[in-house]
């Protein structure tokens, strides 16, 4: 499939998928959707001072890196795995503009060792951000109760229903931690309604540029009631 990279509105990068006309981050602005979806209505909700997150669509490595910029301002530590079935190729990494966008020179050189490390290895990149990569399908994660956050950024609906079902979200339910947070740039009915089939708690708040809504789902697990049997 032809991917080629564009500039979006705020002036960072991302990658269109010209077969699907699909980006791998909102043509509205890639760092500000980013920073609005991921950091302002999830990490910042994870009152923790160690957060174990799971990525779905490692991609560009965009959300990772806001994500070690975040831990290294917040004094907290991350453990984050990112799952991705058909990573960025290093040609396509050349081109991306998140350092300098982001004004972050002196993390270059770990921005890239994200990308560079072996797969399936868990790397310590700095001393508060630790990453392990998974490739493979999102349907193949075995985790249980391990994430205290899930940054959910698949490709649409549209173009991949498979990925936003129930089938999916049963997955990540079981891969969180009770009070974890799921946290996504889609507002779909039905996405919210397969979210709530599996037991997650859902709201809907104020989306990032260009998008009206997001959704965040919480996982609350069911407490016995006093007297019950």
Known sequence: MKRTIITTADGSSTIHLDTWNEHYHSKHGAIREAYHVFVDQGLTVIKKN??????????TGLNALI???EAKARGIEIDYTGVEKFPVVSAELDQLNYISELKA????EF??????????VETQITPYFKLCKQQKSFKDI?????????YFDAFGARVQPELWTEEIFRTMFKAMK????LVTYAAKGSVRRA??????QVERLPGPPGKREMLRAIKKVATITKGAI
């Open 50 to 59: 160690s957060v174990s997150i799971l990525e779905i669509g490692f991609g």
């Open 67 to 69: 994500t070690l910029l």
């Open 105 to 108: 020179e002196e993390f270059r």
């Open 111 to 120: 921005f890239l060792q994200m990308h560079a490390v072996p797969w399936e």
């Open 142 to 150: 075995k985790d249980i109760e391990a994430y205290d956050l899930v």
């Open 178 to 181: 009770d009070d974890g947070i």
């Open 195 to 200: 979210m709530q089939a599996v037991g997650f």
